[in-house]
């Protein structure tokens, strides 16, 4: 597979490692940066990378919590750009979509766009000249939910509590859009995934020659350090990092049960398009 430009530039922003390591990476991963990345660590002891920015879509998320707290939905509607999504016709759009899933309490995209909603949406998309599409719905019932914004309206969190405060959910729910926790609780995390940080330690220079008893142990060491760095209650609380989230919400008599976090675009990939070329195009076409 060939290695292109971007392909480098992606693996280089995400590892901070030098162009042609991380070139040589990624032929020797036939292209794959995942894989590329894995044999860094493996290799290296690289720590872990940046996740990858495929944040292309644009558009906003939105909350909605009950005033009892007991329950909350969290959206995301995208646009093609972030000149439509601060559009007030947009933003009037993603109101409607919030008050109906909420109403609701909707999980499901396609129910709640049946009807009224897809008539709006159409509407909408011929009048702006952009596509706009409702991408998820998710709803939150507990005891206690809090939710939290982050100001751009492109990152949004709700949070579970079995007792506490809507204030206290909400100050975990921004704790989470800060920090973006893989899982609630060390033993949430998918065990595959801990087995791939397994393998990953054991390969890391550091442990060649070792004792296959030191090298148990520091793999140890190494799994409940990357548990503790990845679990929500077990993370420094930002707005104190002398407690942890857990010993927070203990405090006020609470746990946390769950937590939803929406960002905007996460996992779609967008092609890039190059504007000279395209423009090179369109004359070559019209010539």
């Known amino acids: 597979m060939a290695i292109t430009a971007s392909m480098v530039k992606e693996l280089r922003e995400r590892t901070g490692l030098p162009m042609m390591e991380c070139k040589k990476a990624l032929a020797e991963a036939d292209g794959d940066i995942e894989r590329a990345i894995e044999d860094l660590r493996k290799a290296s002891?690289?720590?872990?990378?940046?996740?990858?920015?495929?944040?292309?879509?644009?558009?906003?998320?939105?909350?909605?919590?009950?005033?009892?707290?007991?329950?909350?939905?969290?959206?995301?509607?995208?646009?093609?750009?972030?000149?439509?999504?601060?559009?007030?016709?947009?933003?009037?759009?993603?109101?409607?979509?919030?008050?109906?899933?909420?109403?609701?309490?909707?999980?499901?995209?396609?129910?709640?766009?049946?009807?009224?909603?897809?008539?709006?949406?159409?509407?909408?998309?011929?009048?702006?000249?952009?596509?706009i599409g409702v991408r998820r719905v998710q709803l939150v019932e507990a005891p206690v939910v809090g939710a939290y914004v982050h100001s751009n309206d492109r990152i949004g969190v709700l949070v579970a509590l079995s007792g506490g405060t809507t204030e206290l959910a909400r100050d975990v729910a921004m704790h989470v859009a800060a920090v973006n926790p893989q899982v609630n609780k060390p033993e949430d995390m998918p065990a595959d995934q801990l087995e791939k940080e397994r393998e990953i330690i054991k390969a890391q220079p550091d442990m060649a020659g070792k004792p296959a008893e030191i090298v148990e142990k520091m793999i140890g060491g190494r799994v409940q350090k990357f548990l503790k760095e990845n679990s929500l209650v077990e993370q420094p609380f930002v707005k104190n990092p002398d407690v942890t989230v857990g010993k927070l919400v203990k405090g006020d008599g609470a746990d946390v049960t769950a937590f939803i976090r929406f960002e905007v675009g996460e996992g779609i990939e967008k092609e890039e398009v190059d504007f000279a070329a395209e423009v090179a195009a369109q004359v070559k076409s019209s010539s």
């Open 45 to 131: 002891g690289l720590k872990a990378a940046k996740k990858a920015g495929r944040t292309a879509a644009d558009g906003v998320v939105a909350t909605k919590v009950a005033e009892d707290g007991s329950y909350g939905v969290l959206i995301e509607v995208n646009s093609e750009t972030d000149f439509v999504a601060r559009d007030d016709n947009f933003r009037a759009f993603v109101n409607k979509v919030t008050e109906k899933a909420f109403a609701e309490r909707q999980r499901d995209v396609a129910a709640l766009m049946e009807g009224e909603l897809e008539t709006v949406r159409e509407a909408l998309v011929q009048k702006i000249g952009e596509n």
